[in-house]
């Protein structure tokens, strides 16, 4: 199985406003860089649809070394999912869970395409030269939705 690196990143101007993401995979001495973006969205749907959009693009099961600066995603796919999978997609307090969608997708990334996934949380903006990378992408994506890039 091979092992791959992955730093993912959202990125928000106002938020919701327009946004972007940035994924940083590597493997070996080989790299690729993802990113896109969107209009009216906000900092954590750019956050997930980082994520889902760098598992999306492993072509084969992978040992992952996933890389974020989001306790939301973090958390959310290693802890709350359970919860709200077995409240039918409801929180706690029996609102129905945001960015649902998005979580759903991830979900089935996860249980399906057979990665063995470690999650590890970094502190954005702090010099974490892949975290630092995975950002510029992120805010590429912005660019690139509002015509700038």
């Known amino acids: 199985m091979n092992h ?5 990143d959202g990125a928000c101007k106002g938020n919701p406003g327009p946004g972007g993401w940035g994924v940083l995979l590597q493997s070996g001495r080989t790299e690729k860089e993802l990113f896109g973006g969107e209009l009216g969205t906000t900092n954590n749907r750019m956050e997930l649809t980082a994520v889902i959009e760098a598992l999306a693009a492993l072509k084969r099961p992978c040992k992952v070394s996933l890389y974020l600066d ?3 995603v973090r958390k959310g796919i290693t802890e709350w999912v359970h919860g709200w999978k ?3 997609w409801k929180t706690a307090a029996k609102q129905p869970v945001k960015n649902v969608e ?6 089935h990334l996860v249980a399906t395409a057979g990665h ?3 999650w590890h949380w970094v ?10 990378r995975a950002d510029m992408l992120a805010n590429k994506g912005v660019d690139q939705v509002l ?3």
Do not use: C
């Open 4 to 8: 791959v690196d992955i730093h993912t």
């Open 123 to 132: 502190r954005g903006h702090n010099g974490n030269p892949g975290n630092e």
């Open 86 to 88: 077995a409240r039918g």
């Open 102 to 107: 998005l979580w759903q997708r991830l979900d």
């Open 147 to 149: 015509g700038r890039g």
């Open 116 to 118: 063995e996934i470690e």
């Open 70 to 72: 989001s306790e939301y």
